[in-house]
């Protein structure tokens, strides 16, 4: 039995209704189910940024590889997200990492979150994706209060150290010259490096890649178990089986408890929620005054993250629901709107006309897992993006292509370490409660 940690509808098809991303680029074609007994080199679970960008690698190497998917590619977290292709991938603070893992594996993360930017960068320039890329500028953060840009004004330094960065800090009245005039906003700080996109555009396009060369793609796929058998992986779905001699396991929050049993309680799925706009029209633009095109996020551990894309849309999005049930998406719409419109109160009265959720996925230890599964041989799994997945997700799924290729990687070295698992075990999403109530009253 397939274990879960939220309702079952965020696992159904339906769960993508409202996503703006599907009015931009409906799937293309039909991606058949596995119906009938196959083998193959290599089985990939996940049909997202990390387990296409491995099957794209590994096919190109010469390997025969089946991606099995729940729905089809980019029908979880790759195909709705917020589309910033950024640095990040890791919640661990930069001192916790240091700490924990030492200077020269932090150093190591950093150069990782560039090259993973970089990545993406290549592969669409490669395969010729038209992404709607933009805010090629980068990125900027902005304070929530004059504390959190205290804060700023310290990580402008560890940025420039951390990453040779010439990150720029934004006073409070340099905002409004710079297009970036919201309410509550105390300063910001940019940090040029990476780009937006159309996320769904993007994963769909890796599909179109890894087919080309080969891969296999099965939809409505969902694999009920795995086991052991003569030296191969022997994956059951509903109506086939698959026989493989290598496994790789890429579902993130999307994942199951018992598929296979190491991964229980190694993965925390939060939920994330996005609203979309009607156009803005150029006197609504100047009448609030934020016409950047530049990836935006705040300084709350409950953060906001928003841009104005290229047909003048506003996206923005949050963390905060803890529930996949009809009433607790109508108070998360409810408290994004409320959100939206008091950070950008001249749009108050703009039309909203989407809205959907999905499962980012936190680890234990707050940083990317890519590496073994317990000790099965050639068994591996690649998770745990913290919000950050375009970027880290599609780079590290290429990464650990190469390790089961034998051709080494540069992954971190504690992507491998022994992962930590959350307590509360099966109940784990409980905690989220008690902490989001806590970020809700410190982070007015």
Not at 227 to 234: D, L
Not at 344 to 363: C, R
Request: aromatic share 10%; proline share 4%; net charge positive.
């Amino acid at each position: 039995m397939v274990q879960r940690i939220y309702e079952a509808a965020a696992y159904q098809a339906g769960s993508l209704d409202g996503c703006y991303w599907v009015d931009t680029a409906p799937a293309g074609r039909r991606y058949p189910a596995l119906d009938r007994a196959a083998t193959a080199d290599v089985a990939v679970i996940g049909a997202g940024f990390a387990g296409l960008s491995a099957a794209l690698r590994l096919a190109r190497a010469g390997r025969d590889v089946a991606v099995l998917d729940l729905h089809g590619p980019g029908w979880g977290a790759s195909g709705r997200n917020g589309g910033f292709c950024c640095l990040g991938g890791a919640k661990a603070s930069r001192q916790g990492m240091i700490r924990r893992f030492g200077a020269d594996q932090h150093a190591h993360f950093r150069a990782a979150e560039r090259a993973a930017i970089d990545h993406v960068e290549a592969v669409l320039q490669r395969y010729g994706i038209d992404a709607d890329t933009h805010s090629h500028a980068g990125e900027v953060q902005l304070a929530h209060s004059a504390a959190a840009m205290r804060d700023l004004r310290h990580h402008a330094d560890e940025a420039r150290q951390d990453y040779g960065l010439s990150a720029r800090l934004l006073e409070p009245g340099d905002l409004p010259g710079q297009g970036m005039a919201g309410h509550g906003f105390h300063g910001g700080l940019v940090l040029p490096a990476g780009f937006a996109l159309n996320p769904r555009k993007y994963v769909l396009a890796l599909a179109e890649a890894a087919l080309d060369a080969d891969v296999r793609i099965h939809a409505d796929s969902p694999v009920t178990s795995i086991r052991q058998r003569g030296g191969r992986y022997q994956l059951a779905t509903a109506q086939g089986r698959l026989s493989a001699r290598q496994l790789l396991v890429a579902t993130n929050g999307y994942a199951s408890d018992d598929l296979p049993d190491w991964m229980r309680a190694l993965y925390l799925p939060v939920q994330s929620s996005i609203i979309v706009t009607d156009p803005l029209g150029p006197d609504q633009i100047a009448a609030q005054g934020w016409s950047t095109d530049m990836m935006a996020f705040d300084t709350r551990n409950l953060l906001h993250y928003f841009r104005l894309m290229p047909n003048r849309r506003f996206l923005f999005g949050m963390r905060g629901g803890i529930g996949w049930t009809g009433r607790e998406h109508r108070l998360i719409r409810q408290k994004i709107v409320a959100h939206f419109h008091r950070m950008f109160p001249a749009w108050s009265q703009v039309g909203i006309s989407h809205f959907w959720s999905g499962l980012a996925n936190l680890t234990r230890d707050l940083v990317p897992y890519a590496g073994p599964v317990d000790d099965w041989p050639d068994a591996f799994a690649a998770f745990g993006w913290h919000g950050n997945g375009v970027a880290m997700a599609s780079w590290t799924g290429d990464q650990i292509a190469r390790r089961m290729l034998g051709q080494g990687d540069d992954l971190p070295g504690f992507f491998s370490r022994d992962p930590r698992r959350f307590e509360l075990g099966r109940h784990r999403r409980m905690s989220l409660r008690a902490a989001y109530a806590w970020y809700g009253l410190t982070e007015r």
